[in-house]
């Protein structure tokens, strides 16, 4: 009877350890390995869900400038260095009224509850402070681009980012060393 049992526990607890394993896989693939913010897909359903709670909620995508040139000029471990200061100028910045990710390359998003133009102007400045890595000072710099959500016709996270790229392309153009929000 005893070895009935255990025959039948067996199969449950491989399962709970597979189970366990996929848990944990899924999760890491939300985030990205080399900032720790949240990929796209982990970063999406918490900004829908911050945008649906705060109506007053802004978008912002950022994309650091010159960064080829970094990476060519002082190598990838340099531009890693610089991706993963600039994350965490983000995930500060953002704190505990936003949610930030990574969504590949240089650029980044995030969705904070509430967004003024100093809150925009502080993430500017953040961003646009220089590195120091290696003994070496690098400039950074990054176009930012937002969207406050009252400001849509229909509040979907889809056209916030479509109007949060717009605006960082513009901002882009302006001497990529600013931001900008659609109005």
Do not use: Q
């Not at 995508?61 to 002082?74: E, G, I, P, R, S």
């Amino acid at each position: 009877m005893e070895a009935h049992i255990a025959a039948s526990i067996l199969p449950l607890l491989g399962w709970a350890v597979h189970g366990g394993i996929l848990a944990r896989r899924l999760a890491s693939a939300r985030r990205d390995p080399l900032t720790g913010l949240h990929t796209r897909a982990g970063w999406t359903d918490r900004a829908e869900h911050l945008i649906r709670r705060h109506p007053n909620a802004a978008v912002l995508l950022v994309d650091l400038d010159h960064f080829k040139a970094l990476n060519d000029t002082h190598g990838h471990a340099a531009g890693d260095a610089a991706l993963v200061e600039t994350a965490d100028r983000l995930r500060a910045w953002c704190g505990h009224h936003g949610i930030a990710g990574r969504l590949g390359g240089d650029e980044f998003v995030a969705a904070v509850r509430h967004l003024t133009a100093a809150d925009l102007d502080a993430l500017t400045a953040a961003l646009h402070r220089p590195l120091h890595y290696d003994g070496v000072s690098l400039p950074l710099a990054a176009s930012v681009g937002a969207c406050p959500i009252a400001e849509l016709p229909v509040p979907t996270l889809t056209d916030a980012l479509a109007a949060a790229d717009a605006a960082m392309y513009a901002a882009k153009g302006r001497g990529r060393r600013g931001s900008r929000t659609t109005r």
